[in-house]
């Protein structure tokens, strides 16, 4: 509400004339009434009602509430809960097209394990399908082959839910490796493995002889990684490297694989052959998110290397686990523990496995020149294997300042014929960079 109050007289000397009242059109002359004393009424108000809705700005900013759509494929929108629930216990449809009645019975009030009481689908398996269907759907929106699809119609979301960490480019090659090579859900696994850690194994040898775009040449090189953990010649070896050739894509893969088949690099394999016979202890460095993606694991008791032999003798000498869920049982307790990958080395390793934390690399027997000499490593030693038997072995020694590891023939020329146990790996921490390398000149 508006008011206006006018509380004057005015005295005009002028003349009034009205022509139109209606289109309040006066006009007024000096002239003609000299004398002429108009009032003004009091007090003046006008009344203006501002109506939101007669705003246009306001007006556009409104909208109506729509619903989103439905995510249920349009054969299911009009079942009940009771309808839902007998499609997902008698699988009437294909896995892809009733996945969605699972999330919407959730909605609901349903959990999982009342799902899985109504219908025999587990909680495993529901969470398997929603994954998987959500990957096929990434797949369509990648406009993949129908045929390609197709073949996940059966059975696929075992196979498609093992590739969801895959980028959505890596996922479309990877279902077509997959369908072309008749995989299963453990093909899958190595494949969605081997395609998530090939990039971080660049400047390991033969790395850019695979191709990185191409998930066969990614399974190939898992292959050929695995095969030169083994002695040259063996059966091992050469089963690994048969497997890399046989899923290899690319002629230049295949074409390095044959080489070392073949024994064709000559008097270098021989050379490489004697460093390898040399140099017994793996050195790996740990890969970021490795061992959550590892299959299998080992749990080990870790010493540190400032608190010299006691540790060592004192720490549990049998960790195992039991039960379906696996659950780690040690002989007695202890403060600090390391989960490794299963890694050769430490799977085989039986009662008397350990781990010691080095703070400073330079206290095991190689060259620092091309180390960060401030990095910290883990040397797992095995305790049940105390002698001092190969001069090109490592084994774990106590010094003055901690402990240290030392080459075999180093502690046969001072006498020593017994150590706190045979090194058989040493675990770099993770990093971005992989250019530092160690290679086989570093060790002294």
Not at 66 to 93: H, W
Not at 229 to 239: C, D, F, V, W
Not at 247 to 274: C, F
Not at 412 to 432: A, D, H, M, W
């Amino acid at each position: 509400m508006l008011s206006f109050t006018a509380n004057t007289t005015l005295n005009l000397s002028s003349s009034f004339n009205t022509t139109d009242h209606s289109n309040k059109i006066f006009s007024f002359s000096s002239s003609s009434y000299p004398h002429l004393l108009i009032s003004l009424p009091r007090t003046i108000s006008v009344s203006a009602i501002l109506n939101p809705s007669s705003n246009p700005r306001q007006q556009q900013l409104y909208q109506p509430f729509r619903p989103p759509p439905s995510p249920l494929p349009p054969q299911y929108r009009s079942l009940d809960t009771s309808g839902r629930l007998e499609v997902l216990a008698n699988r009437l449809g294909l896995w892809f097209e009733y996945a969605p009645l699972i999330p919407s019975l959730i909605q609901e009030g349903f959990t999982p394990p009342s799902i899985e009481e109504a219908t025999g689908i587990s909680g495993v398996e529901q969470n398997r399908i929603l994954v998987a269907a959500q990957v096929r759907d990434s797949l369509v929106q990648s406009k993949t082959d129908p045929q390609i699809l197709a073949e996940f119609d059966l059975g696929g979301a075992e196979l498609l839910y093992e590739i969801r960490l895959l980028s959505a480019q890596q996922r479309a090659a990877a279902a077509r490796y997959i369908a072309e090579s008749k995989f299963d859900a453990k093909g899958s696994q190595d494949l969605a493995r081997a395609m998530k850690d090939f990039p971080r194994r660049r400047g390991d040898k033969g790395w850019e002889s695979f191709d990185y775009v191409l998930p066969g040449d990614c399974l190939s090189f898992m292959f050929y990684r695995q095969s030169r953990e083994h002695r040259n010649p063996s059966e091992q070896r050469t089963a690994a490297l048969e497997q890399a050739l046989k899923v290899a894509e690319s002629d230049k893969a295949k074409k390095m694989i044959l080489e070392e088949l073949e024994g064709r690099d000559g008097a270098k394999e021989g050379k490489e052959s004697q460093v390898m016979e040399a140099v017994r202890v793996p050195v790996v460095r740990m890969k970021t998110g490795e061992v959550a993606e590892a299959s299998k694991v080992v749990v080990l008791p870790v010493c540190r290397a400032e608190e010299r032999e006691r540790e060592v003798l004192e720490a549990p000498w049998e960790c195992r686990s039991e039960g379906e869920f696996g659950v780690v049982l040690a002989e007695k307790e202890w403060k600090r523990w390391v989960v490794l990958p299963g890694w050769e080395p430490v799977v085989g390793l039986g009662k008397g496995g350990v781990v010691v934390s080095f703070v400073d690399a330079r206290a095991l027997p190689w060259k620092t020149n091309r180390w960060y000499k401030e990095e910290a490593i883990l040397v797992v030693a095995d305790r049940s294997r105390k002698e001092v038997a190969a001069d090109d072995g490592f084994y774990l020694v106590a010094v003055d300042d901690g402990l240290k590891v030392q080459r075999g023939s180093a502690l046969k020329e001072v006498n020593v014929n017994e150590s706190l146990g045979t090194v058989v790996l040493v675990i770099r921490p993770p990093r971005e960079e992989t250019e530092d390398q160690l290679s086989d000149e570093d060790w002294e």
